[in-house]
């Protein structure tokens, strides 16, 4: 069992930054993939970044490449998405995921979710 809990979100101007955390219970972090989600309004949740269970291997969808950057430091049972120039289509909530196995994009893939933290980045 892992509970997840997301913090920093916020209100930013486009261009600006924000740095996602997002704190794992448990003993076990670092045997999960970690995976950052979102749900911009009105639409499905979709894939944004997922990271290996050593944090050697990343994974981006297209749009954030260049942009976000996800890690973890499995000594804090924590992972955090930085966040740079940003865009007013990046609002949404975003969420952390986990999952065993090996990292894929698949939203329903993932078994362990946070309740999400709300971006909104202005125009």
């Known amino acids: 069992q892992v509970q997840l809990v997301e913090t920093g979100g916020g209100l930013v101007q486009a261009g600006g930054s924000l740095r996602l955390s997002c704190a794992a219970s448990?003993?076990?972090?670092?045997?999960?993939?970690m995976g950052w989600f979102r749900q911009p309004p009105g639409k499905e949740r979709e894939f944004v970044a997922a990271?290996?269970?050593?944090?050697?291997?990343?994974y981006y969808t297209d749009s954030v490449k260049g942009r976000f950057t996800i890690s973890r430091d499995n000594a804090k049972n924590t992972v955090y998405l930085q966040m740079n120039s940003l865009k007013p289509e990046d609002t949404a909530v975003y969420y952390c995921?986990?999952?065993?196995?090996?990292?894929?994009?698949?939203?329903?893939?993932?078994?362990?979710w946070g309740q999400g933290t709300q971006v909104t980045v202005s125009s």
């Open positions: 990271v290996s269970r050593g944090g050697g291997n990343t």
């Open positions: 448990g003993r076990t972090f670092s045997s999960y993939v």
């Open positions: 995921a986990a999952k065993s196995g090996i990292a894929v994009i698949t939203t329903t893939a993932y078994k362990y």
